[in-house]
């Protein structure tokens, strides 16, 4: 798979990109409610989507990227408070992102290494760079995001505080 589309999405500062094959959903930011004795930064609760109770995360958390910064004035209003909905064998996971850009086709070719200055933080599930309208993109490693979804949760079940 040398070519493929994805949807790129700011947390914080920064511009981060999943392949679309993984989002069930982008929708307005929901209220959020928190599970009892959940102390953890990285489960924040629970969300309806659609009629079921799915499980809200901080993503900005696991990643380890500062939280919301304000936007610029030339954001479009529908850009932001949005919630995105993904989802890979059955695990849907939910959480709010500060802003969206759009789909793009994107090949792997122009992919660039991960810089030092990420890779030393736990963006360890960043599989590299991208560029797209002079941003500079981070692609998630789709692989190691939803085992660190995965092994959050367990964490959090064993009685662990995330």
Request: charged share 20%.
């Amino acid at each position: 798979m040398n070519s493929f589309s994805i949807l790129i999405f700011r947390l914080g500062r920064e511009w981060v990109a999943l392949p679309t094959i993984f989002f069930k959903e982008v929708t307005h930011r929901r209220p959020v409610h928190r599970l009892p004795h959940q102390k953890g930064k990285i489960l924040q609760g629970l969300v309806n989507l659609n009629g079921k109770l799915e499980l809200s995360v901080a993503l900005h958390e696991l990643l380890e990227i500062e939280a919301f910064i304000a936007p610029s004035s030339s954001v479009i209003p529908y850009q932001l408070n949005r919630m995105v909905a993904i989802v890979k064998e059955g695990a849907l996971w939910v959480f709010p992102v500060d802003e969206m850009n759009g789909i793009y086709h994107w090949n792997l070719a122009g992919m660039e290494q991960v810089p030092t200055v990420i890779a030393r933080s736990s963006m360890h599930y960043v599989k590299g760079v991208i560029k797209v309208e002079n941003k500079r993109v981070v692609l998630l490693d789709e692989e190691l995001l939803f085992c660190g979804l995965k092994k959050c949760l367990h964490s959090n079940m064993a009685g662990g505080a995330l």
